[in-house]
């Protein structure tokens, strides 16, 4: 079956500090991989998303990054964290064009 | 561009009360159409989905039926439950890009 894992859970990094939160999925060949930011009452927002491996679309312009390295591994990095930064950050993939999204139970990250 | 748009926040309801949460989407083509739940301090899990126009995606006593002429895809459940409280999100996957878009939630609580 197929899985995804998220880490680190919980992360606190001060302001101009590197970031780095990786995602990998498991089961699964070529999948579609999504980074996410939920960030307070703002609901869900898109951040990027790749279809293969070096491919990768970046939805708003932003301080963040991220790389797809290989097949089943998304990264979301920055080089230096700002404040406005801090969110809850999930990851998802799926496979088909008309099927869901399967989420990662998502990263909570403070920048101080 | 695609989006959702959802009712906003926060609906309190008592047990066994009725549920509607209203969602219109902007999409070109033929869009597929799912409700998220996410349970506090997790990620977001499918609770159902709609491919195609007059499609009903039903689970746990949830309904939500695809409406084309009016661009809906309203949330709905008979009686609820103390177990229901969660935030709910409506999101759209666009015909011809694949991405995943969220409305901003809304946040349920069922009082017993």
């Known amino acids: 079956s197929q899985t995804i894992h998220q880490w680190p859970a919980t992360l606190v990094q001060p302001v101009g500090s590197p970031l780095s939160l990786e995602c990998t999925v498991e089961?699964?060949?070529?999948?579609?991989l999504y980074w996410y930011r939920q960030a307070a009452g703002r609901g869900l927002q898109l951040l990027f998303y790749?279809?293969?491996?070096?491919?990768i679309s970046s939805e708003v312009p932003q301080n963040l990054s991220a790389s797809r390295p290989q097949d089943r591994q998304f990264i979301l990095s920055s080089k230096k964290l700002l404040l406005s930064d801090s969110g809850f950050y999930l990851c998802?993939?799926?496979?088909?064009?008309?099927?869901?999204?399967?989420f990662g139970q998502g990263t909570r990250l403070t920048v101080v | 561009g695609d989006s959702v748009t959802q009712m906003e926040g926060p609906v309190t309801l008592s047990e066994e009360a009725f549920l509607t949460i209203n969602c219109t989407y902007t999409?070109?083509?033929?869009?597929?159409l799912f409700w998220y739940v996410q349970y506090p301090g997790e990620g977001l899990q499918l609770l159902l989905k709609?491919?195609?126009?007059?499609d009903k995606g039903s689970n746990k006593g949830f309904e939500a039926t695809y409406r084309k002429e009016t661009t809906s895809f309203h949330l709905e459940k008979g009686s609820v439950q103390v177990s229901d409280s969660a935030v709910y999100f409506c999101?759209?996957?666009?015909?011809?890009?694949?991405?995943?878009?969220f409305g901003r939630g809304t946040q349920l609580t069922v009082w017993p």
């Open positions: 998802a993939w799926s496979v088909e064009r008309d099927a869901e999204a399967f």
């Open positions: 089961g699964t060949s070529n999948p579609n």
């Open positions: 790749s279809v293969g491996i070096g491919q």
């Open positions: 999409a070109t083509g033929y869009p597929s």
């Open positions: 709609a491919t195609k126009a007059d």
């Open positions: 999101a759209l996957r666009g015909s011809t890009l694949g991405r995943l878009y």
